[in-house]
């Protein structure tokens, strides 16, 4: 007998494609054959399957990943995908920031139509500062935008055949170093934030905010850059040693953070034998140098030097003749003020010709003034000059004692003046001024009186314990002449004498044997019953 055949239903008349072959089922095995005569379903013939392509997906399996099918129902293995390019924390932050730098542009067309347009005339403060800012971006942005390379820092390995130094390998190290700490993606995060916020609200304070950290992260990034250039140099050996001081310089100012000349030369002497032979020898090398010995000079050898340091600065800036005139028109100045206070009488034409005269002399004293604190002073002996002035101040405080600490202060508060030198020649004059007030005021100060002068000297341990052996034989024998002294008066205490478990003293009662208790018995006796009654 034939197996059942499955009926299938005609494809619909409106789709011309045909339906897709469905794979016939495999052939049944000897012992599954439906003819079989035990089998009491063979006879009946199974009604048409209105879904074929169901049936035959239920009956053969899912199919797999690569379109065949999966029999029994297998577990078809997810479709392998291709792994995703790894990107780099600085290429991310690269990304990221020229994205910022782009909205950047978009954030100033913002707020110059916001502000751009407005007639200058009728902006307040906060606004016309807002403006010179928006015209200041105008020309400086585009330039340092175009500037940037936006590709990633990459530290060059030195050169083959090029032995460099340990500050060398150093300073490659740290360029490395803070270029990799500086890849957090926080400040740009935060310049595009404040950015969308300005263009939300119009919040001039975000603005501002962002405007800081934009001309932060430029200036940083076209610094690496420059560092890139001067880290190639290194490599080469072509190094100068101010080229490593503009690198640590450069590396303090955009990353102080990320910079530490300790431990880079640590893991580098730890890591690189020859750097490691390199810092043992000038180790050595420091240690059996001879060290000129120092010479330090008494407080009236540097007050000597000082005067000689002035001179030495006028002649050389050219102010000898000025400051000489001037001196001689302060006099004259004060000469005269002094005449005009003492002067009570009712001439008016004296003091007439003497007030003219007081003012042709103030009127010279400042143009002298003038040109002195405007002419640049000699560079070597004014800076010699600050550095003794310095080393007299902290001699004549030491001198005071405790009362020197008292000008600490005023010293310290010198520095102000020597971060201004490079800007103009009055902090210079003005610095030397200040020194020597504080000269002055140290010198009208008293000393600590020297609370130990006149006290002899502390014993040492020899003749402390010498004394202290002297003084225990001087008491030893004066208990011994003071017991002597009370024996011959008779007043000495007497020596107890011991008898089984009682104490006995000689000389005792006349019982001989009995203690006071037993004496004072023996004294009193027992009373008799007849006695006289109270």
């Not at 400040?187 to 263009?199: D, P, Q, S």
């Not at 000389?507 to 009995?514: A, D, E, M, Q, V």
Request: glycine share 6%; aromatic share 4%.
């Amino acid at each position: 007998m034939a197996p059942p055949t499955i009926a299938q239903e005609d494809p619909p008349a409106a789709d011309p494609t045909p339906p897709a072959a469905t794979p016939a089922p495999d052939a049944p095995a000897e012992s599954e054959d439906p003819s079989s005569p035990d089998d009491p379903q063979a006879d009946r013939v199974q009604p048409a399957d209105p879904d074929p392509e169901r049936t035959a997906t239920r009956r053969t399996g899912p199919a797999r990943g690569n379109g065949k099918p999966n029999p029994r129902g297998r577990k078809t293995e997810a479709p392998v995908r291709e792994p995703e390019p790894v990107v780099s924390p600085a290429e991310a932050f690269i990304d990221r920031f020229k994205a910022a730098l782009i909205h950047e542009v978009e954030v100033q067309k913002f707020e110059r139509m916001q502000l751009g347009s407005e007639d200058i005339e009728r902006l307040n403060r906060f606004q016309l500062q807002r403006r010179e800012r928006i015209d200041a971006d105008m020309l400086s942005f585009p330039p340092a935008f175009n500037k940037l390379w936006f590709t990633a820092v990459v530290v060059p390995e030195p050169q083959e055949g090029e032995q460099l130094n340990a500050a060398e390998l150093v300073a490659l190290q740290q360029i490395e170093g803070a270029y990799a700490q500086t890849r957090d993606l926080t400040l740009v995060n935060r310049l595009i934030e404040n950015n969308g916020r300005f263009l939300d609200t119009s919040d001039w304070n975000k603005r501002k905010i962002a405007v800081d950290i934009r001309d932060e992260l430029l200036e940083r990034e076209a610094s690496f850059q420059h560092l890139q250039g001067l880290a190639e140099m290194i490599a080469r050996g072509n190094a100068s040693p101010e080229r490593l001081v503009e690198v640590r310089e450069t590396l303090m100012r955009i990353a102080p953070h990320a910079t530490d000349d300790g431990s880079s030369l640590a893991l580098l002497v730890l890591e690189d034998e020859d750097v490691r032979r390199s810092v043992l020898a000038d180790v050595i090398g420091y240690m059996l140098a001879e060290v000129p010995p120092q010479v330090t000079l008494t407080s009236d050898e540097l007050e000597a030097k000082v005067l000689v340091l002035q001179t030495e600065v006028a002649e050389q800036s050219g102010l000898a003749d000025d400051l000489q005139e001037l001196q001689e028109v302060e006099q004259q100045v004060k000469l005269l003020e002094q005449e005009a206070e003492d002067d009570l009488s009712f001439d008016f034409e004296r003091r007439k010709a003497r007030n003219s005269k007081l003012v042709e002399l103030y009127d010279r004293r400042n143009e002298l003034r003038s040109l002195w604190r405007n002419t640049e002073p000699a560079v070597e002996p004014v800076d010699e000059l600050i550095a003794t002035y310095d080393e007299l101040i902290r001699t004549r405080m030491a001198g005071l004692g405790l009362r020197g600490a008292l000008f600490g202060a005023r010293f310290d508060a010198l520095d102000r003046h020597r971060e201004r030198r490079g800007g103009s020649p009055i902090h210079t004059w003005n610095l030397l001024d200040d020194q020597n007030a504080l000269l002055n005021a140290i010198g009208e100060t008293e000393a600590e009186p020297d609370y130990l002068e006149g006290l002899p000297p502390p014993p040492d341990k020899t003749s402390w314990a010498a004394a202290q052996e002297a003084a225990s034989r001087d008491a030893k024998a004066r208990t011994q002449a003071l017991n002597a002294l009370k024996k011959k008066l008779g007043t000495a205490p007497k020596k107890p004498s011991v008898k089984g478990n009682k104490t006995f003293f000689s000389g005792g009662t006349k019982g001989g044997g009995g203690g006071s208790s037993g004496g004072k018995k023996k004294a009193g006796g027992k009373k008799k019953k007849g006695g006289k009654g109270r």
